[in-house]
């Protein structure tokens, strides 16, 4: 989804939402369909129905007083005046309307309407008085959620449901709006750890690519100091002895052109270091130790592939 302006928002939006179904035996969802949208206009079709998808009330409504339907709202639900012959009015409705709405959380896309055409019915003719206590709204609930912001209005814009006009579908659209925003959380929480798993597996990855880098390092320094110590051995001069007479000339230069004991000791221990070092390396079998440096990157590439399928296994199962 696009970034919200305020997540806090969006966050309360899906609660709200879950919160429905945590409780969905208390939750139904109301949608009404009317001759028009003035105070003297009826409402001509009801559908109430709960969380799980069944049918509690679904029926055409006969008018209480009105005598016709707007051709506006007519050509919006594509509901007639003739359609609605022999159906239960308001009144004769209102025994079922109580017992499915009583202690109930009335959920409408848009309630504040829902709520005042039941208002209108039951001022007219009588019979069930809605409780506006009851009524929650669900279009503010996801207007909170998308977050696109109405600077006029300075509210978030109200988006459509996306139904019919046709009551029954948009009670259905309506849960599928539940659904979706109490959902979201959980995916988020799937997304996240998802992240954090991805997060290690590079890390993992990233790391023995390092080790391959330095064990290759290690192959081309390993083939370079024999290359050195063949070099100076076909001089004749033992590569240790090489170091030792060299470190002590560069120790004269250094005292006797600097006047420094300090530095010259130091340059003298340095080029006996580097020749104990070649002793060492003499006694070593050059074949041997290149092969073993080969072995171990060898080994890590292998981890490596492993680690690379690792990775791609993980990027193949980000939530959708």
């Not at 049918?55 to 594509?78: F, N, P, W, Y």
């Not at 959920?107 to 209108?120: C, I």
């Amino acid at each position: 989804m696009e970034p919200h302006p305020n997540p806090a928002d969006r966050t309360k939006s899906c609660q709200w939402a879950a919160s429905l179904l945590a409780e969905r035996h208390k939750v139904v969802v109301l949608d009404t369909e009317t001759t028009g949208l003035k105070g003297s206009d009826e409402i001509v079709q009801i559908c109430i129905r709960d969380l799980d998808g069944n049918d509690l009330c679904s029926t055409l409504v006969a008018m209480t007083k009105r005598k016709s339907i707007s051709r506006q709202a007519s050509e919006l639900h594509g509901i007639k005046k003739a359609d609605l012959e022999g159906k239960p009015n308001y009144a004769t409705l209102s025994p079922l309307l109580q017992r499915v709405l009583a202690g109930k959380r009335i959920v409408a896309y848009n309630a504040e309407f829902d709520l005042k055409m039941m208002q209108q019915v039951y001022g007219l003719g009588g019979g069930y008085e809605p409780d506006p206590n009851q009524w929650e709204c669900a279009m503010l609930a996801y207007a909170a959620f998308v977050g696109e912001w109405n600077d006029y209005y300075n509210n978030y814009k109200w988006q459509k449901l996306g139904g019919s006009h046709d009551a029954r579908d948009d009670v259905a659209k309506t849960i599928q709006l539940i659904e979706k925003m109490a959902g979201y959380l959980a995916k988020e929480k799937k997304v996240e750890a998802w992240r954090k798993q991805r997060s290690e597996k590079v890390a993992e990855r990233d790391r023995v690519a390092a080790q391959v880098q330095r064990a290759e390092r290690s192959i081309r320094g390993t083939e370079s100091r024999f290359k050195i110590y063949e070099a100076l051995e076909a001089t004749g001069i033992p590569p240790g002895v090489f170091f030792f007479v060299g470190g002590l000339a560069l120790s004269l230069v250094a005292l006797i052109g600097f006047g420094s004991v300090w530095f010259a000791t130091l340059l003298f221990l340095a080029a006996c270091g580097v020749g104990v070092g070649f002793f060492v390396l003499g006694t070593r079998d050059k074949e041997a130790d290149v092969a073993d440096a080969i072995k171990t990157r060898e080994s890590l590439e292998r981890v490596l592939a492993q680690k690379e399928e690792e990775l791609a296994l993980v990027e193949k199962q980000r939530p959708t």
